[in-house]
């Protein structure tokens, strides 16, 4: 597309400056979230289209679009799409590339009507990778916290007892580290969480 590209997609990457210069195009342009709480270098934008409420964000440094559908009450990505009519789960880890995640948004924008769907299907399996990523966090945050603490025993001890500059040198990244991931939930609640 050779059309101008909207100001808040500078540095995106190229397929999502181009859906958001087809968006332009056809009159629904995207805007600045309203009302939506974003990290502090994040950000989110939104078009009102006749498919439903495309949105457009970069979080932590990571662009992607999605789609909030008629009937789905959460914003639908690629991997969700994708993953109904074979009956998938979606991985709590993996994100939609930019180019697919793009792809996905600009085929349902240029169809001549809204292919159908499984409204229940899609909201099923984004529910079940939230409740999926929030019941795995607690397990997976003890553990980094017992090998952080670990490590800076092992590393105080090693360089203390023998001397050893270098582990003294990563016994103080390990604290600093322990900090930061202690410190994180504190953080998100003053600056907000980023969108996922």
Request: hydrophobic letters at 45%; proline letters at 10%.
């Amino acid at each position: 597309m050779t059309g101008p590209n909207p100001t808040p997609l500078r540095g995106a990457p190229r397929p999502l400056r181009d859906l958001g210069a087809l968006l332009a195009e056809r009159g629904t342009p995207l805007r600045d979230a309203e009302g939506v709480t974003v990290a502090r270098g994040d950000a989110e934008w939104h078009a009102h289209t006749p498919i439903g409420l495309v949105r457009v964000y970069r979080s932590r440094g990571f662009w992607s679009t999605d789609v909030a559908l008629p009937g789905v009450n959460h914003f639908v990505p690629a991997d969700a799409w994708a993953a109904c009519p074979e009956g998938g789960r979606l991985s709590t880890m993996n994100r939609v590339p930019p180019a697919a995640a793009a792809a996905f948004v600009t085929d349902l924008l240029t169809a001549p009507q809204l292919p159908p769907y499984d409204a229940a299907c899609l909201a099923r399996v984004i529910e079940e990778r939230e409740e999926r990523r929030t019941t795995n966090a607690g397990p997976t945050l003890v553990w980094v916290i017992v090998i952080h603490v670990a490590l800076i025993a092992v590393g105080w001890w090693g360089g203390v007892v023998h001397d050893i500059a270098v582990l003294r040198l990563m016994t103080g990244l390990a604290v600093v580290s322990l900090a930061g991931i202690l410190l994180a939930p504190l953080v998100r609640k003053r600056w907000g969480s980023p969108p996922r």
